[in-house]
């Protein structure tokens, strides 16, 4: 049996001489995996107690390169710290990692309390949860509900809304769309009559008809921007329990680990949240995992920004363990309805603006810049105290996207 031992990030391979040597790439320093060229037959023993201990290696060298980043983490700052009049003479754009010098200020005095406030306290003191385990690792889990009312269009709202718009269908513009109404075509329904357009018509409305949200979803970001109302009253087509929003809290903005997953589902009249947070580096596939076991692929996902950074940005992660998993949920990515919908009225569309114009004021908080600092903090010291912020910070991020996703049925 032929054994080679490949990065599984630049796929360069490596001889059992030098997998002993080092059980990491010179090209890359992402880990080395056994790959097996060819099968033996007649051997399910052996076969099996390879495979057991290439399991065993892998687990290995996936904490190798989990304590590697631990030991890298805050050598780099990822944000900038400006001061007012700077930020007044700028534009600048909405996910720069910038931060005001009075809030930058304000945030290492808080610092400061709350290490003294809870020095000598455990995390279970400090953040009531529970450790969770899977076949990737272990993290700390951390549940809450919260009272919130979850607005979305009915699904008779949306199909009338949907259907009203011919322009989703290939070919018609706004001047065909004016000549089709005047004949008398005014929904897409209509359409199944025409002798041109009925074979789209017919395409589209089995889809409307059958609630295919993610094929919808695909159909109309060929047609709009991804910032078009239709794409927001899409939602109708789901009912509360199929959403899930989702956020995220990480130490960069690319290749460094994500410190805390947040995954929030609607009910009736409360929005129920579980974090998982990692008590160290090395907590970080199990936490992806455990997050990923809440995503059911018919899931609706909400995010700010998600279909650009979150959610590329945990396929990059997994992809970094040699973790295999499929994301593909229909993604309400409402930063885009957001910049339609508030920027005239709005200084810019960071969160934390909108929240001061949706009226939502936060008891705690730490600006998003500042959640890999107060980590690192955390990890040098061994203090939980700057871990709470973190939490609290991504919690309310959560909350809010579920008041926003609702508001905006309000602006259209």
Same mark, same amino acid.
């Given at each position: 049996?032929?054994?080679?031992?490949?990065?599984?990030?630049?796929?360069? +391979?490596?001889?059992?001489?030098?997998?002993?040597?080092?059980?990491?790439?010179?090209?890359? *320093? +992402?880990?080395?995996? !056994?790959?097996?060229?060819?099968?033996?037959?007649?051997?399910?023993?052996?076969?099996?107690?390879?495979?057991?201990?290439?399991?065993?290696? #892998?687990?290995?060298?996936?904490?190798?390169?989990?304590?590697?980043?631990?030991?890298?983490?805050?050598?780099?700052?990822?944000?900038?710290?400006?001061?007012?009049? *700077?930020? #007044?003479?700028?534009?600048?754009?909405?996910?720069?990692?910038?931060?005001? +010098?009075?809030?930058?200020? *304000?945030?290492?005095?808080?610092?400061?309390?709350?290490?003294?406030?809870?020095?000598?306290?455990?995390? #279970?003191?400090?953040?009531?949860?529970?450790?969770?385990?899977?076949?990737?690792?272990?993290?700390?889990?951390? +549940?809450?509900?919260?009272?919130?009312?979850?607005?979305?269009?009915?699904?008779? *709202?949306?199909?009338?809304?949907?259907?009203?718009?011919?322009?989703?269908?290939p070919g018609i513009g706004p001047v065909n769309e004016r000549l089709l109404k005047k004949q008398g075509y005014g929904t897409v329904e209509d359409l199944e009559r025409?002798?041109?357009?009925?074979?789209?018509?017919?395409?589209?409305?089995?889809?409307?008809?059958?609630?295919?949200?993610?094929?919808?979803?695909?159909?109309?970001?060929?047609?709009?921007?991804?910032s078009h109302p239709l794409l927001h009253y899409l939602a109708g087509f789901c009912q509360d329990h199929d959403f899930a929003i989702v956020d995220i809290e990480t130490?960069?903005?690319?290749?460094?680990?994500?410190?805390?997953?947040?995954? !929030?589902?609607?009910?009736?009249?409360?929005?129920? /949240?579980?974090?998982?947070?990692?008590?160290?580096?090395?907590?970080?596939?199990? !936490?992806?995992?455990?997050?990923?076991?809440?995503?059911?692929?018919?899931?609706?996902?909400?995010?700010?920004?998600?279909?650009?950074?979150?959610?590329?940005?945990?396929?990059?992660?997994?992809?970094?363990?040699?973790?295999?998993?499929?994301?593909?949920?229909?993604?309400?990515?409402?930063?885009?309805?957001?910049?339609?919908?508030?920027?005239?009225?709005?200084?810019?569309?960071?969160?934390? /603006?909108? #929240?001061?114009?949706?009226?939502?004021?936060?008891?705690?908080?730490?600006?998003?810049?500042?959640?890999?600092?107060?980590?690192?903090?955390?990890?040098?010291?061994?203090?939980?105290?700057?871990?709470?912020?973190?939490?609290?910070?991504?919690?309310?991020?959560?909350? /809010?996207?579920?008041?926003?996703?609702?508001?905006?049925?309000?602006?259209?």
């Amino acid at each position: 049996m032929s054994i080679r031992y490949v990065c599984k990030k630049c796929k360069k +391979s490596y001889s059992k001489a030098e997998y002993v040597q080092s059980k990491f790439c010179t090209v890359c *320093e +992402s880990f080395l995996l !056994a790959t097996f060229n060819k099968e033996a037959p007649g051997l399910p023993t052996i076969q099996g107690k390879i495979r057991s201990e290439r399991v065993h290696k #892998e687990k290995v060298a996936l904490f190798r390169v989990a304590e590697g980043l631990r030991k890298r983490v805050g050598q780099s700052k990822e944000y900038e710290v400006v001061s007012e009049k *700077e930020s #007044e003479r700028q534009k600048r754009p909405v996910f720069e990692n910038w931060i005001l +010098s009075s809030e930058y200020e *304000e945030a290492l005095k808080f610092e400061k309390q709350l290490l003294k406030q809870y020095r000598g306290k455990t995390l #279970e003191e400090s953040l009531p949860g529970k450790v969770v385990s899977n076949e990737q690792g272990e993290c700390y889990e951390i +549940s809450s509900s919260c009272f919130a009312k979850f607005k979305r269009v009915t699904y008779e *709202e949306s199909k009338q809304v949907m259907i009203s718009d011919l322009k989703v269908l290939p070919g018609i513009g706004p001047v065909n769309e004016r000549l089709l109404k005047k004949q008398g075509y005014g929904t897409v329904e209509d359409l199944e009559r025409h002798p041109r357009w009925k074979k789209q018509a017919y395409e589209y409305m089995e889809l409307v008809d059958t609630k295919e949200v993610g094929a919808v979803q695909k159909w109309l970001w060929q047609r709009f921007p991804k910032s078009h109302p239709l794409l927001h009253y899409l939602a109708g087509f789901c009912q509360d329990h199929d959403f899930a929003i989702v956020d995220i809290e990480t130490l960069g903005l690319s290749e460094r680990p994500i410190i805390l997953l947040g995954i !929030a589902k609607p009910t009736k009249d409360h929005i129920c /949240t579980t974090q998982f947070l990692l008590r160290d580096i090395p907590d970080e596939p199990g !936490a992806i995992w455990a997050m990923l076991a809440q995503l059911d692929p018919k899931l609706s996902l909400i995010t700010y920004n998600g279909k650009s950074f979150d959610i590329p940005y945990i396929k990059q992660r997994l992809a970094y363990y040699g973790l295999d998993a499929y994301i593909d949920n229909p993604n309400f990515d409402i930063l885009h309805f957001t910049r339609r919908a508030l920027k005239p009225k709005l200084t810019d569309c960071k969160l934390e /603006t909108v #929240e001061k114009y949706l009226g939502i004021k936060r008891d705690i908080n730490i600006p998003g810049a500042l959640v890999p600092h107060f980590y690192d903090t955390y990890l040098r010291t061994k203090n939980v105290g700057p871990l709470t912020p973190i939490v609290e910070h991504n919690r309310q991020d959560l909350l /809010t996207l579920g008041t926003l996703f609702s508001k905006l049925y309000e602006e259209w």
